[in-house]
């Protein structure tokens, strides 16, 4: 047997012995050392009439590390003790499955450090599908975890970074990310960044906010062609933006996300090589730990966002 956190209604949660899973022919099993809480594990927190409740033990943490403890038959490139992270489905739990083909090395030089290798392989397809370019003036709107990445990630690939966030404790870390400029989001911060990137408007818009109220700092901040790139996911209802506007422009639109599993797992291994090679630092940004049994208290930690928030972990 094993222990899961299981969802079984909104706003509860609770701590369940099941079956030790076993790995099926190419999978391994990984005993977790934690997994993140993602933004978008908010939702099934607070419920969404398209759910269904009880979610399965470990749902929906996708963003699990730990050691690989068995083999399924033809499983190959990877060895019992390696320490991985890897993409799962049921990862708050104290062991998840997986593709061995979506399971990512992680190198001594990494020892001790909690990497939720999902959420940083995101920031770099974000990065990679939004066209970051030297030189380039590049606004992210919203620092939290992938913002503050995402701010990194641009600064360091030698863009001129403007970040807009609400919270003071999220400007700092942009600004200790290598934003050159932090503003908070308030009426006439859109005027205020244009002024402040040193051109009429940014060459890229980073949006990582997935909230209504932001939504329309993107199209104030652009006067002519530029690319935004969505990274926030949106679960909460539909959006209204100036189509008109963005038709205009000549804007180029990009939803960042990327569904596929290969794609996930190739930004997963270029997070592990940027982390090693010192280009991303995010021992930082992982702000807040939790044992497993108090998953309910991470998951209210992100909806709340309160202080020095950024990142929750969920530890076994």
Not at 18 to 45: A, D
Not at 92 to 105: G, N, Q, R, S, Y
Not at 127 to 134: A, F, K, N, V, Y
Not at 233 to 258: I, M
């Amino acid at each position: 047997m094993t222990r899961a956190m299981q969802v079984i209604a909104p706003g509860r949660a609770r701590l369940e012995e099941v079956p030790l899973p076993e790995p099926g022919p190419g999978e391994v099993r990984v005993r977790l050392e934690g997994c993140g809480v993602c933004g978008s594990n908010g939702p099934v927190w607070e419920g969404r009439s398209w759910f269904q409740y009880p979610f399965a033990p470990g749902a929906p943490g996708h963003e699990g590390w730990g050691r690989v403890d068995a083999l399924g038959p033809g499983a190959n490139g990877v060895a019992v003790g390696d320490r991985v992270t890897l993409l799962s489905y049921r990862a708050f739990a104290e062991h998840d499955v997986a593709p061995a083909d979506a399971v990512v090395a992680l190198p001594a030089a990494l020892d001790g450090l909690p990497l939720p290798g999902e959420a940083v392989g995101c920031a770099m397809n974000v990065i990679r599908r939004s066209d970051i370019r030297p030189d380039q003036d590049v606004a992210v709107i919203g620092v939290g975890f992938l913002g503050a990445l995402l701010v990194q990630l641009a600064s360091r690939a030698g863009a001129r970074v403007v970040a807009l966030s609400r919270r003071p404790f999220a400007l700092e870390i942009a600004r200790s990310g290598g934003a050159e400029t932090a503003l908070a989001i308030e009426p006439g911060v859109d005027a205020a960044a244009r002024d402040r990137t040193g051109s009429l408007a940014p060459h890229r818009v980073l949006e990582a906010a997935a909230t209504p109220e932001p939504q329309n700092i993107p199209t104030a901040l652009r006067t002519g062609r530029a690319r935004l790139g969505i990274a926030g996911y949106h679960q909460d209802g539909p959006r209204q933006v100036d189509l008109q506007l963005w038709n205009w422009r000549g804007l180029d639109v990009v939803n960042a996300h990327e569904r596929e599993t290969g794609v996930y797992v190739d930004g997963m291994r270029a997070a592990v090589d940027a982390i090693v090679a010192g280009r991303l630092d995010v021992a930082p940004l992982l702000t807040h730990t939790f044992p497993l049994a108090q998953l309910g208290g991470a998951l209210d930690a992100m909806r709340e966002r309160k202080g020095r928030f950024l990142k929750a972990l969920v530890l076994t």
